[in-house]
């Protein structure tokens, strides 16, 4: 190492840009090859399921419960029919009497469910006001 240091000034320099008007001349340079057909994304083929989205809340239990009305009034209108054929199979007073209380028991059920289903219905109208009056405050 010397003891004498050479001061160096370096002055800047100007980078003028200049447009390149070159085409290739090679013809690997001009090949562009074949494009790639287009994917089908096929997540479109799917349904979204979302299993916990009505687990919780009132909201849920309305819509459990309207299902719940629903399967019940299936099941009571078969019943019904079925009692129905039986009625039209009956040869005895006593045996059509009993199908006469069957059907009115069927039917004072069918009566509850209706109401019942009003009910929720009315709950949920009045749940989704509550929803639209928090979403526009």
Do not use: C, N
């Not at 009505?54 to 209108?77: M, P, Q, T, Y």
């Not at 004072?108 to 509550?130: Q, V, Y």
């Amino acid at each position: 190492m010397s003891f004498i240091k050479k001061e160096l000034t370096v002055l800047p320099t100007q980078k003028v840009a200049q447009e390149i008007s070159h085409a290739p001349q090679h013809p690997m340079l001009k090949y562009t090859g074949p494009t790639a057909p287009a994917v089908r994304d096929h997540l479109e083929e799917y349904d979204e399921v979302r299993p916990f989205e009505e687990s919780e809340g009132l909201k849920g239990w309305v819509k459990r419960k309207k299902k719940a009305f629903k399967a019940g009034i299936d099941s009571i209108s078969g019943s019904m029919a079925k009692a129905r054929e039986a009625g039209k199979k009956a040869e005895s007073i006593e045996a059509t009497r009993q199908l006469k209380k069957k059907a009115a028991k069927i039917e004072k059920k069918a009566a509850k469910i209706d109401a019942l289903l009003k009910d929720a219905k009315a709950k949920e109208e009045s749940d989704e006001a509550e929803e639209s009056d928090e979403a526009d405050e």
